[in-house]
């Protein structure tokens, strides 16, 4: 192959731009007709950036709204204030808000009418015979489609099985019809093909839209699952005659798609057309095409790639940022541009093998397309042109003119559910660096956009791409390991879209399993002990698997630790904040590279699955590097306002020995975070672990000996409850004491503490989180695609058990059915299993005991409600059934009483202001949330749902440290914030000091 002059090529490039540009010029698409009322809500959206946001908003909650009164209220709130409106817009709002009937008719009309209309714009029909119809239409114009099916994102099997339907019934329209058309491209007529080439019709999915259950760690379940949906339609694809196109959704699934297509592919060898689109944005492109590409020579199976630029770009940045995650995409325009072209040069390149479908309206990429297919002398039935039905009409046109080869990518559906859509090509195209926004609305300079994309950027693209890495994310090693702690930032859990993160996490599990089943001994004043007292911890899954066996502290063992930890205090208290601060960064170094095998402990001995194990360890460093970022800014002494010869300062000290108390459900992340807080503050600690994680607990005694902590700061006593607990609270020589753990516990322990016992000589503070009784709140215009998963995770994430976790679901009566019928489908397709398998995403609660008290619970729910979901339980120890239970009021045990397990109540209210009535009924107030896309009733939740911790539209486990400083009020817990910036206070007492600094009349400060 002749090698290409690379800026010769460019120089073509721009011409044929040029020429392109000069064909369409006096053209618009209809987006941007003012004419048009789509074109005016687009000219309006355009010109009134500061209402971008808003109307994006309202588009989408617009589905939700059912009645005219709940629209106006809807448009009050979003629009109520803003000036940009229209006059005779603002006139009619105003008036329909005061109740004017006519005013409330036609406003509502006009804003239906719109949204039709702009559904209409992209959408091609709302049922099957409707689209067979309309795409009959664009073949007789000339051009072939791929045809999608749009719907809420599909949340179980029963909802993936119908999706499924609608394919198999929208095939049955399209095998009859396809035998009407004419094939395309008229010297070709004969084999029935369009251009000769291509099947007439082509399809497009999203396996995710056949298969709910898809997961990036249960990657080779996922693939089957995947493929077991994908095939029968395929296969029906294949019996009409048509191609099939696998569409690219967000990157976590990336993978899942690229596979699923190669093993599709490989299983039907005869059939060329598959396709699968591949996005340009993806730092990973570049290799994973190169990969594919020689994967098809290898296999000689021919192979399609739709090239597309990607289409979640905000989605995909915010979810890599909100979890620490490298950046997956490129973070500027021209990159992508660049790595389009480059992708695009390599397909054709392998043209004999590889079919190009270039899925662009940027005149510059197709431009780039058509001079590097005449370079390298691809025939023309080796690539064609994609465009989205609804844009760039003009582009479509002229493509259709100059190669014949065009093809419409026209989703179908009903337009209410399909405003997801919507709203994503509306952001597309009023994006500040849309190529058709700047054309066609903002009229820039042509020749400014057909220029070369940055050549510097492509080139650092092109190697991000093959490393699989960024620079863009956060630069992690110089803030953990340098000399200076630089500015705090979340740890990132496992990335279980990364193969090598899923390898090495499944290869630790099984080194891990080696290693359980050991003598753990408990560690005092910096040496190991054995006792001859010895419990074995056992795996909730199976309880003949003996994860360690423990040795028990007793008395003599406590009194030995509490006595090591006031030696050593004498020295520690006086170590400086910075050097005991590097204790703690060590301690986190440690962790950090220690974090599968940290992981694996609490896969086996308390049940987490691969997820939440990982979220609990990063959550562990987090603490480890917060705290000793927030003992170095309390380093005192710190001023206070200070006349002429007058100094006062306050400073902080440590008050002595503290007890830690830690619960088994963060068995690593809470327990870290109340020692270290203790330690970093100069107090020495005597730690017990709950007896459920005992060897979870032992491995931060190898954190702080790989830390070199001093002798005596940390002492670990595991031992039973009944012996141990109150001795080790009660000693007179316990200053602090750190809990976390039931609401009754915590009770007792503030009440012990209050006693005076001889030999005492500080008041004993306690440091609390207790229980929860959580609640999210259903407004009657949540998004259900978000609350459905979100209830899901926060209620039975971890088997219910965190004291974070949803246990009532109080829900506006006008959605109730529609929800709890999303929620039960949803729960029904939650696979149940050990939680070593990452198949599974619930597990066993943690022992016998908690089974027997939740199931106690779920008899209580029968009598007291109606259960409305009872799960299926495998064969094993200590599961429970998902259980929902409806019909619960706030007088009932179900609804106050904590259960801490995978039961939620389902409460049915008439009106917002009674959902939070409700939520706030219970003697709790740790965690609460709210799905609500009313401006109004999201700011009354923020004033009135009294809780520690109030999520908005989201999950609401998993606070991040520092991002969400966790705590509950009233019975939940005494107001302390862990992970948050006062939290270490808790561990210390201010000392004031007020020194005269005048003599004899004259002042320091005056000289
Ligand atoms: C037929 C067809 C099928 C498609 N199928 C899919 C699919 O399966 N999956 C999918 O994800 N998308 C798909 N898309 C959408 C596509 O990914 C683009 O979103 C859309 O085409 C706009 O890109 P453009 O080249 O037309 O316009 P342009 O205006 O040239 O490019 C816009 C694109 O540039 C990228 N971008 C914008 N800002 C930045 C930035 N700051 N840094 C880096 N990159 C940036 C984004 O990808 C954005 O969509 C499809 C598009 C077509 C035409």
Redesign the pocket.
């Given at each position: 192959m002749v090698p290409i002059d690379r800026q010769a090529l460019n120089t073509r490039i721009v011409e044929r731009g040029k020429e392109l540009y000069a064909a369409i010029e006096s053209e618009k698409p209809s987006l941007f007709q003012e004419w048009r009322w789509v074109g005016k809500t687009m000219g309006w959206l355009l010109r009134h950036e500061e209402l971008r946001t808003d109307a994006l908003r309202f588009i989408d909650v617009f589905p939700s709204l059912a009645t005219p009164p709940i629209l106006i209220d809807h448009l009050e709130e979003y629009f109520g204030s803003s000036v940009s409106l229209p006059a005779w817009l603002r006139w009619t709002l105003r008036h329909a808000s005061c109740g004017g009937r006519l005013a409330t008719t036609v406003l509502a009309k006009t804003v239906h009418y719109t949204m039709r209309k702009l559904g209409r714009q992209f959408i091609i029909g709302e049922s099957a015979n409707e689209a067979v119809q309309r795409l009959s239409r664009i073949r007789r114009e000339g051009c072939a489609f791929?045809v999608d099916i749009l719907g809420e994102s599909v949340l179980s099997e029963a909802e993936a099985e119908r999706y499924g339907t609608l394919y198999m019934d929208l095939l049955k329209a399209l095998g009859p019809a396809r035998k009407e058309w004419s094939p395309l491209g008229a010297e070709q007529k004969t084999n029935d093909l369009d251009w000769g080439f291509h099947p007439k019709f082509s399809v497009?999915l999203?396996p995710t839209s056949l298969y709910s259950q898809g997961r990036p760690q249960n990657f080779d379940g996922s693939v089957e699952g995947m493929v077991a949906r994908v095939r029968p339609v395929y296969e029906k694809v294949l019996e009409n005659g048509g191609s099939l196109?696998?569409?690219?959704?967000?990157y976590q699934y990336k993978d899942l798609s690229l596979e699923v297509f190669k093993r599709l592919r490989a299983e039907y060898p005869a059939h060329p057309h598959l396709a699968l689109?591949m996005?340009?944005?993806l730092l990973d492109t570049d290799r994973d095409l190169a990969q594919l590409l020689d994967w098809s020579v290898s296999h000689g199976l021919p192979i399609c790639i739709?090239l597309?630029?990607?289409?979640?770009?905000d989605y995909e940045v915010i979810r890599a940022r909100q979890n620490s995650w490298d950046i997956p995409?490129?973070?500027?325009?021209?990159?992508?541009?660049a790595a389009?072209e480059r992708q695009a040069l390599l397909i054709l390149k392998h043209h004999p093998t590889a079919f190009l479908?270039c899925?662009?309206?940027?005149i510059?990429?197709i431009a780039a397309v058509m001079e590097a297919a005449k370079a390298l002398g691809v025939p023309d039935h080796r690539y064609e042109f994609?465009?989205?039905y609804g844009?760039?009409e003009p582009i479509r046109r002229l493509l259709a003119r100059i190669t014949g080869r065009v093809?419409?990518?026209c989703p179908y559906g009903p337009i209410l559910p399909g405003m997801a859509y919507l709203v994503?090509r509306l952001l597309?195209n009023t994006?500040?660096?849309?190529?058709?926004?700047?054309v066609f609305a903002d009229k820039m300079d042509i020749l400014g956009l057909l220029a070369e994309p940055s050549e510097a950027a492509s080139e650092r693209g092109a190697v991000a791409g093959f490393s699989g890495k960024t620079d863009r994310g956060p630069a992690k090693e110089g803030i953990h390991e340098g000399c200076q702690p630089g500015r705090f930032l979340n740890e990132p859990a496992a990335d279980f879209t990364k193969k090598e993160e899923r390898s090495l996490f499944a290869q630790v599990i099984t080194v891990v399993r080696q290693e359980m089943g050991k003598v753990c001994p408990l560690f005092i004043n910096g040496a190991d002990r054995t006792t001859r007292d010895i419990l074995p911890s056992l795996n909730p899954a199976d309880p003949a698997d003996v994860i360690a066996l423990v040795s028990q502290a007793g008395k003599a063992e406590v009194e030995e630790a509490i006595g090591a930890a006031q030696a050593a205090f004498a020295r520690w208290s006086k170590v400086e904040s910075p050097v005991k601060a590097g204790y703690l960064r060590r301690a986190a170094a440690w962790m950090r590279s220690h974090r599968y095998e940290l992981a694996a402990w609490q896969i086996g001995e308390i049940g987490k699955q691969w997820d939440q194990a990982s979220a609990d360890v990063a959550e562990a460093i987090d603490f480890l590097e917060y705290y000793a970022r927030e003992m170095v800014r309390l380093d005192g002494p710190h001023a206070l306002p200070s006349p002429p010869g007058e100094l006062n300062q306050y400073f902080y000290e440590p008050r002595g020995v503290c007890a830690v108390i830690a619960p088994w459900n963060f068995p690593l992340a809470i327990t870290t975070g109340m020692v270290s807080a203790a330690v970093v503050t100069g107090n020495c600690v005597v730690y017990k672990p709950s007896p459920l994680t005992p060897a979870i607990g032992r491995n931060l005694v190898e954190a702080f000996r790989a830390a070199g902590l001093p002798a005596g700061v940390f002492n670990y006593v595991p031992g039973r409850t009944e012996v141990i607990a109150e001795y080790l609270i009660n000693h007179p020589w316990i200053t602090t004491i750190a809990f976390t753990g039931s609401t009754q516990v915590g009770l007792r322990i503030i009440e012990n503490a209050a006693t005076v016992r001889p030999g005492q000589t500080t008041v004993k503070r306690v440091i609390c989180e207790m229980g929860g009784k959580n609640a999210i709140i259903i407004d009657e215009d949540a998004d259900l695609d978000e609350a459905v998963p979100a209830v899901l995770v926060s209620a039975f994430g971890f088997q219910g058990q965190k004291c974070s976790s949803c246990s009532r679901v109080i829900v506006l009566d006008s959605v109730y059915d529609r929800f709890i019928d999303r929620l039960i489908d949803a729960a029904q397709s939650l696979p149940v299993g050990p939680a070593h398998d990452p198949a599974f995403v619930l597990g066993p609660v943690c022992d016998h005991q908690a089974q027997t008290r939740i199931s106690g619970y779920i008899d209580v729910a029968a009598v007291e409600g109606k259960i409305l979901y009872s799960g299926k339980t495998p064969a094993g120890s200590n599961y429970v059934p998902i259980t929902i239970v409806g019909d619960i009021r706030p007088e009932h045990r179900i609804a106050q009483e904590e259960i801490f397990g995978p039961v939620l109540a389902v409460m049915k209210v008439k009106t917002f202001g009674e959902a939070l009535e409700w939520a706030n009924s219970t003697r709790f107030a740790l965690t609460g949330g709210v799905f609500s896309r009313s401006p109004r009733n999201l700011n009354e939740a923020k004033m009135r749902f009294q809780v520690g911790n109030l999520y908005l539209n989201r999950h609401i486990t998993g606070a991040m440290v520092e991002r969400q400083p966790f705590g509950g009020l009233r019975m939940s817990g005494l107001g302390t914030k862990a992970g948050g910036a006062e939290y270490l206070l808790h561990f210390m007492d201010r000392r004031v000091v007020t020194e005269n600094t005048a003599r004899r009349g004259f002042s320091p400060d005056l000289l």
């Amino acid at each position: 192959m002749v090698p290409i002059d690379r800026q010769a090529l460019n120089t073509r490039i721009v011409e044929r731009g040029k020429e392109l540009y000069a064909a369409i010029e006096s053209e618009k698409p209809s987006l941007f007709q003012e004419w048009r009322w789509v074109g005016k809500t687009m000219g309006w959206l355009l010109r009134h950036e500061e209402l971008r946001t808003d109307a994006l908003r309202f588009i989408d909650v617009f589905p939700s709204l059912a009645t005219p009164p709940i629209l106006i209220d809807h448009l009050e709130e979003y629009f109520g204030s803003s000036v940009s409106l229209p006059a005779w817009l603002r006139w009619t709002l105003r008036h329909a808000s005061c109740g004017g009937r006519l005013a409330t008719t036609v406003l509502a009309k006009t804003v239906h009418y719109t949204m039709r209309k702009l559904g209409r714009q992209f959408i091609i029909g709302e049922s099957a015979n409707e689209a067979v119809q309309r795409l009959s239409r664009i073949r007789r114009e000339g051009c072939a489609f791929s045809v999608d099916i749009l719907g809420e994102s599909v949340l179980s099997e029963a909802e993936a099985e119908r999706y499924g339907t609608l394919y198999m019934d929208l095939l049955k329209a399209l095998g009859p019809a396809r035998k009407e058309w004419s094939p395309l491209g008229a010297e070709q007529k004969t084999n029935d093909l369009d251009w000769g080439f291509h099947p007439k019709f082509s399809v497009s999915l999203k396996p995710t839209s056949l298969y709910s259950q898809g997961r990036p760690q249960n990657f080779d379940g996922s693939v089957e699952g995947m493929v077991a949906r994908v095939r029968p339609v395929y296969e029906k694809v294949l019996e009409n005659g048509g191609s099939l196109c696998i569409d690219m959704e967000s990157y976590q699934y990336k993978d899942l798609s690229l596979e699923v297509f190669k093993r599709l592919r490989a299983e039907y060898p005869a059939h060329p057309h598959l396709a699968l689109a591949m996005q340009a944005y993806l730092l990973d492109t570049d290799r994973d095409l190169a990969q594919l590409l020689d994967w098809s020579v290898s296999h000689g199976l021919p192979i399609c790639i739709r090239l597309v630029k990607g289409a979640y770009w905000d989605y995909e940045v915010i979810r890599a940022r909100q979890n620490s995650w490298d950046i997956p995409v490129f973070m500027s325009k021209s990159e992508t541009d660049a790595a389009f072209e480059r992708q695009a040069l390599l397909i054709l390149k392998h043209h004999p093998t590889a079919f190009l479908a270039c899925g662009t309206h940027n005149i510059r990429s197709i431009a780039a397309v058509m001079e590097a297919a005449k370079a390298l002398g691809v025939p023309d039935h080796r690539y064609e042109f994609q465009v989205l039905y609804g844009m760039a009409e003009p582009i479509r046109r002229l493509l259709a003119r100059i190669t014949g080869r065009v093809r419409l990518y026209c989703p179908y559906g009903p337009i209410l559910p399909g405003m997801a859509y919507l709203v994503r090509r509306l952001l597309e195209n009023t994006a500040n660096q849309s190529f058709l926004r700047l054309v066609f609305a903002d009229k820039m300079d042509i020749l400014g956009l057909l220029a070369e994309p940055s050549e510097a950027a492509s080139e650092r693209g092109a190697v991000a791409g093959f490393s699989g890495k960024t620079d863009r994310g956060p630069a992690k090693e110089g803030i953990h390991e340098g000399c200076q702690p630089g500015r705090f930032l979340n740890e990132p859990a496992a990335d279980f879209t990364k193969k090598e993160e899923r390898s090495l996490f499944a290869q630790v599990i099984t080194v891990v399993r080696q290693e359980m089943g050991k003598v753990c001994p408990l560690f005092i004043n910096g040496a190991d002990r054995t006792t001859r007292d010895i419990l074995p911890s056992l795996n909730p899954a199976d309880p003949a698997d003996v994860i360690a066996l423990v040795s028990q502290a007793g008395k003599a063992e406590v009194e030995e630790a509490i006595g090591a930890a006031q030696a050593a205090f004498a020295r520690w208290s006086k170590v400086e904040s910075p050097v005991k601060a590097g204790y703690l960064r060590r301690a986190a170094a440690w962790m950090r590279s220690h974090r599968y095998e940290l992981a694996a402990w609490q896969i086996g001995e308390i049940g987490k699955q691969w997820d939440q194990a990982s979220a609990d360890v990063a959550e562990a460093i987090d603490f480890l590097e917060y705290y000793a970022r927030e003992m170095v800014r309390l380093d005192g002494p710190h001023a206070l306002p200070s006349p002429p010869g007058e100094l006062n300062q306050y400073f902080y000290e440590p008050r002595g020995v503290c007890a830690v108390i830690a619960p088994w459900n963060f068995p690593l992340a809470i327990t870290t975070g109340m020692v270290s807080a203790a330690v970093v503050t100069g107090n020495c600690v005597v730690y017990k672990p709950s007896p459920l994680t005992p060897a979870i607990g032992r491995n931060l005694v190898e954190a702080f000996r790989a830390a070199g902590l001093p002798a005596g700061v940390f002492n670990y006593v595991p031992g039973r409850t009944e012996v141990i607990a109150e001795y080790l609270i009660n000693h007179p020589w316990i200053t602090t004491i750190a809990f976390t753990g039931s609401t009754q516990v915590g009770l007792r322990i503030i009440e012990n503490a209050a006693t005076v016992r001889p030999g005492q000589t500080t008041v004993k503070r306690v440091i609390c989180e207790m229980g929860g009784k959580n609640a999210i709140i259903i407004d009657e215009d949540a998004d259900l695609d978000e609350a459905v998963p979100a209830v899901l995770v926060s209620a039975f994430g971890f088997q219910g058990q965190k004291c974070s976790s949803c246990s009532r679901v109080i829900v506006l009566d006008s959605v109730y059915d529609r929800f709890i019928d999303r929620l039960i489908d949803a729960a029904q397709s939650l696979p149940v299993g050990p939680a070593h398998d990452p198949a599974f995403v619930l597990g066993p609660v943690c022992d016998h005991q908690a089974q027997t008290r939740i199931s106690g619970y779920i008899d209580v729910a029968a009598v007291e409600g109606k259960i409305l979901y009872s799960g299926k339980t495998p064969a094993g120890s200590n599961y429970v059934p998902i259980t929902i239970v409806g019909d619960i009021r706030p007088e009932h045990r179900i609804a106050q009483e904590e259960i801490f397990g995978p039961v939620l109540a389902v409460m049915k209210v008439k009106t917002f202001g009674e959902a939070l009535e409700w939520a706030n009924s219970t003697r709790f107030a740790l965690t609460g949330g709210v799905f609500s896309r009313s401006p109004r009733n999201l700011n009354e939740a923020k004033m009135r749902f009294q809780v520690g911790n109030l999520y908005l539209n989201r999950h609401i486990t998993g606070a991040m440290v520092e991002r969400q400083p966790f705590g509950g009020l009233r019975m939940s817990g005494l107001g302390t914030k862990a992970g948050g910036a006062e939290y270490l206070l808790h561990f210390m007492d201010r000392r004031v000091v007020t020194e005269n600094t005048a003599r004899r009349g004259f002042s320091p400060d005056l000289l």
